[in-house]
T-cell receptor, first 115, second 114 residues
């Protein structure tokens, strides 16, 4: 059973460009979470999605950031018009559909560098 | 201060010694999870302990939870150089609107010297 997959693993963008980060949850998992980790810090929650629904986006900046988890295909975290402060590692986690108290399994992360 | 604070921030020990890391939190929780992160890599789940549990073991790992003190500890016995990593505790608060939002601490950086 493959783990959580994220791609790309590294992404370099210039200021003003768009960044698209993809996350494929573990097989059988329908809950997806996105977290951001700034250098030398812990992870900060951004958004929680189930298939075709955003359940909690309280940790996601209101502007330039969006997330989706379509019926088919991976979850996408999209950052428009990136700025240097967006440089961070973005982690996706997934859990089983039996409830939010289940273990969250993390992917390897996408490291975004904005030049 | 934040939910899920680890202590100490950094720990350096010799191979074979035990390592203890502590985590304190502020609100009531459903569960608490410990993760390991090797430098530049993703997070590996270690143990989940629920609010009605006091202790759990997994191999060389032992986790305790004291909900009255709002604290948890992770003990790694007979440490190995491969245990060198950052360790994070993450809490799932109750009353979080059932969203599964984990609150992470800043982590403890463990160095195990061969």
């Amino acid at each position: 059973n493959a783990g959580v997959m994220q791609n790309p693993r590294h992404l370099v963008r210039r200021r003003g460009q768009e960044a698209r980060l993809r996350c494929s949850p573990m097989k059988g998992h329908s809950h997806v979470y996105w977290y951001r980790q700034l250098p030398e810090e812990g992870l900060k929650f951004m958004v929680y999605l189930q298939k075709e629904n955003i359940i909690d986006e309280s940790g996601m900046p209101k502007e330039r950031f969006s997330a989706e988890f379509p019926k088919e295909g991976p979850s996408i975290l999209r950052i428009q018009q990136v700025v240097r402060g967006d440089s961070a590692a973005y982690f996706c986690a997934s859990s089983r559909p039996s409830g939010v108290q289940e273990t969250q399994y993390f992917g390897p992360g996408t490291r975004l560098l904005v030049l | 201060s934040q939910q899920g604070e680890e202590d100490p921030q950094a720990l350096s020990i010799q191979e074979g010694e035990n390592a203890t890391m502590n985590c304190s939190y502020k609100t009531s929780i459903n569960n608490l999870q410990w993760y390991r992160q090797n430098s530049g890599r993703g997070l590996v789940h270690l143990i989940l302990i629920r609010s009605n549990e006091r202790e759990k073991h997994s191999g060389r790992l032992r986790v305790t939870l004291d909900t009255s003190k709002k604290s948890s500890s992770l003990l790694i016995t007979a440490s190995r150089a491969a245990d060198t990593a950052s360790y994070f505790c993450a809490t799932l608060p109750t009353g979080s609107g059932n969203t599964g939002k984990l609150i992470f601490g800043q982590g403890t950086t463990l160095q195990v010297k061969p």
